[in-house]
Each structure stands twice: as C-alpha cells, then as structure tokens.
C-alpha cells in the first residue's frame, strides 16, 4: 500500500494502523443517527502532499493554486478562488452576495460551517414586495436595490482568512485585484448573462458603466476590466472589515441604494456578522457527510431523504424501484422545507425532529412500493427553471484541509444594481425569503412565516456545500442550481458512494423532484426508456428540462494518496486541476 508523499518518517504499518484507528473513531457511530453536532472527523489523518481545485473558472482555479504556491493553505486558497470568481464570474456570486461553507481542518480533524449568508436591512418592509393591487411584485423581489440583502461574502472572506488562513488576507485577494486592474477576457456564460440581462442593468448607470462599457455587452476575446472593484477588494485587503463595512465603501454602497429607492442604513453595513454554526452530519452506508445546517435548507433535507433511503435495501431493487423511492424521498424533504425552515436566530424549528431516524421511519411508511403519491395527498400547503447562476467550489490542500464553498448573488447578475464607485453588484436575495406567503420564489419554492422576511433576519438557502468522509475515501462536493442544488448533492453523493471519479460525478445526469410543482425534472438520458415509463406507470410526471447545474468536485484517495478533480463538463471555462 503506497501513502502520501509527506509521510517520511513513519512506515507503512504505523501509518495504516493510524488510518485504522482514525476511521473507526469516526465512523463508529451508529448509522441510523444524524446529529447537529458533529466535530467528530478522522483526526489523524495527514494531506496527500499536494493539492487539488475545481472552480467554475479556470482563472480562479489558477489564483487559488497560485496563493498555495505562495505558501497558503486551503482556506487562504478559497479566498483568492471566491474573490476572483467575483471579478471573472460576477453573474453567480461576489462581494455584493453571499457564501456559505463547510470546512475541514486538518490539524485537529474538525468540521466547520461558516454563515456568511446575506441579511434583511433594518428597514425592511414586505409592502415593498406587493403591488397595489396585493399580487407579487417580482421586480422589486429580483431587480434593483430592494431585491439585495445587506452582503456576506466580504465578512465571511475576512473571517476565514483570520480564523483559518496562514497568509494576510491581502495576499490572498492579490491575484483578484490584479485580473481586475489588468482585466481578462469574458467567457460566453458571462457574455449571454449581460446580454439577457442588459434591459435591467440599462436601469442603474454605474451597472452600465460596469456591464456595458462601450453600451453593449461585452464580445468574446475583448479585454473586460473592472478597476472599482479591484479598489473595493484592495481596500478589503488593507482593512478587513472596515474596507467595506465602513468609511469610504460603505458610505458608497447606502448613498447608491437610498438614491435608487433602496432602504440600507449604515448601521446595516457595521452589523453584519458572520455566524459560526454545528455543521449537520448523517451517517449512510457506512459514510459520514457533512454538510449545511440552516439557514440553508439543503442539509436537513439531504439528511432526512438519506434517512429515508435507509431504511429500503436499493442494492435489490430493479433502477426504476429505486428512482421511486429516491423522488418519493425528496418529494416529502421539501415540503418540510417549505413548511418548517428559516434563520435559526429566528425561528424555532423542530431540527431534532426532522434529522431523527424514527421521523424518517415515519415517512417511509407513507410511501407506496409501486405508486407516486401525489404532493397535494401530503398534508401541508408553481415552477420554475433552475439555473446555474451561483457558483461552487472545491479545495483539498496538501496538509488535508478541505474547503467546500457555494457562493450566490441569487438570479443571473444578482439585482443587475452596481453601487456607484465601487464595483460591487449587489445581490437579489431578498427573493429567496416567502415575500409572499405560499407564492413561489424564482426557482419555485414556496415557503411559510419560517422563512418570513424580518429585520437583520437571513434568507433560506438552498446552497449545500458537503464533504462525504469514506473508510478509503474523502469527496468535496456542491453545485449552484436554486433548490436543484439540494437533489445535485445528494445525487453527488450516491455516485461518490458508488466509487466514481470526479469528472463521473461532476457530470453524471440528474433528477429533480421539489413537493411542489409536482413532476420529476430530468435531464436527457438519465432514466433509460423501460424506467421512464415504468416510473410513468407509477403516476409520476416525467419532465425532460435543459441540463441543470455546474457542481465543482475533488477527490482524495486515502489509500494511494491520490488527488482527482473535476469541473462539471456541461459548462464552459471551469477547471479541475490537482497541483
Ligand atoms: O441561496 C440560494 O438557495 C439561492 N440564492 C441559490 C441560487 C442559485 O443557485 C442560482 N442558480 N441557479
């Protein structure tokens, strides 16, 4: 058995016996129970030596290689990867938005989840949501200064630059200030989202000097240069969190909302805190993942579908049983989103309940072996099309720290609003809290007083950063995708568990079942054609939609030491790349 190149001075016996004992120590527990506090990883495990990155784009693949090869580990790494993907890849996710994120570090093997989620401004009001006439008013909720929560993503960098990095946080953010200044060609992904959204940036004029410089969006192979926000950045890197939460940025961002018919104060922009929070862990199959506990939904969701599933012995079942039983599953865990979650700082929500064992037991009685329940037989309380806006990524480091990041300003180009003199394109998150009781969002997810706006409140997410920990095996996995993002993890999971590589589970095809509307979104090919009508027969409606996702994978074999990385083949310009 070979291991890790940085292992000289112990033999190979030592070293097994040490993995032995590391993983019996974490994956002793019992495999029915799910826990909210989870801290347990396999401690003494040390890094395969080198390192591996998957990101939507190349060019933050590369900045985060580069901050390694300067010496920084792999959270300083995601900082350099988020903040270039804020300059490269500004339609999914930036300073103006928001992250969240588990993490692994390696020297004491404990897991982390860092909430650096947007938050409602002190002023909100959901009238501000409504027409005149009562009905939703899905411009304000998407578009302009009211759709933007007070952002995260600047607080969670400094924070994870501070409490886990080894380098200063300017030398982290150094090569997104220089693709800023120097500027970089736009790929076809951010050129078609200017262009499908150049009649709202055409509404705020620092988005049209930002977006469309000479008046029209950007062509391919044009050098695209964004000189404010390399200023905004730099001076995050100056002064942390007075670089944007105060003085000269934070004075920008509130004078261009309020101008703009928005309501930030300055006492919004000087609040906002990152939260620390107990990842969610569930045991399945001898697996322990970790992933996102609320105010993202997609951990308790992967958590009670994965207990579902526990309880049936797919191994036997023909592939159009099994698919029932994984779409009944998922159908059930989303109407306990749309009912039941929101911001833990907020709303009492009955976790232990929801992640127990016995409330699964509960749900598999209720599903039929060969029949779809339809959503609206379910006690409880409209589509959408998923998109891939929003960005995840992917960072094993050669000490074996793991960063597992998604990153959003929501809708393509978050609000399309950029805050004069600084760069920043605000996000439109407000539209993922029910603005609207029981109306759907934009990704067509519905939502109760749980996920109610208030002040300071967060909004729920969909976004499900995880890291699966195997006997053999480590997985990094997380896609964009709106409410697809929580059914694209855990189908990562499955093929991750099945043992394939990670372009495999990257590109592998997927499903979508969300409560409501009730049908089963699929990609061209996933279901050959005797499942496709026998889960017809079943009564579920099958639709086939474009291909949905852009998940960012890495992979460490524990035995050989092997890194794999892989970006989802569907999409243009991301890069998997081990170093
Ligand atoms: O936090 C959330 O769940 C959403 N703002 C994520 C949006 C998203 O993934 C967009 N991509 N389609």
Sequence with gaps: ?????????????????????????????????TQTAGHKGPTALRGPGRAAIASANFHATEAGLEVLSKGGNAFDAAVAVASTLSVVEPESSGIGGGFMAVIHRAWDGKQFFIDARETAPAAVNVKDYLNKDGTPNRDTALNGPLSAGIPGEPAGLVWLSKHYGKLPLKDALAPAVRIARDGFEPDSRLINAITERQKDIGRWPASVTKFLPDGKPPVAGAVWRDPDQARTLELLGEKGLDGFYRGEVAQKLVSSVRAAGGNWTAKDLESYQVKEREPITVNYRGYRIVTAPPPSSGGVAVAE???????????????????????????????????????PDFVKMPLDMLLSPYYADGLRQTILMDKATPSSMLPSSAGAEPGMHTTHFSIIDGEGNIASITLTVNYTLGSTFVAQGTGVLLNDEMDDFALVPNKPNVYGLLGS?????????RMLSSMTPSIVFGADRIGVIGSPGGSTIITQVLEGIFAFIDGKNALGIAGQKR???????????????????????????????????EPWGYMNVVTWDLKSGTLDAASDPRRPSGLGKVQ
């Design 511 to 545: 499903f979508h079942h969300q409560f409501m509307p009730d049908r089963v979104d699929m990609e061209d090919g996933v279901f050959d054609k005797a499942t496709a009508d026998e889960l017809t027969r079943m009564g579920h409606a099958l639709k086939q939609r």
């Design 1 to 33: 058995m070979r291991f890790p190149l940085k292992w000289p001075a112990l033999n190979g016996r030592v070293l097994l016996l040490g993995l032995l004992l590391a993983s019996s120590a974490a994956y002793a527990d019992d495999p029915r129970t």
């Design 449 to 457: 007083k749980a996920n109610a706006p208030e002040p300071g409140k």
């Design 305 to 343: 579908i994965l207990n579902i599933l526990s309880g049936f012995d797919l191994s036997k079942m023909d592939t159009a049983h099994r698919m029932h039983l994984v779409i009944e599953a998922m159908r059930r865990a989303f109407r306990d989103h749309n009912d039941y979650l929101g911001d």
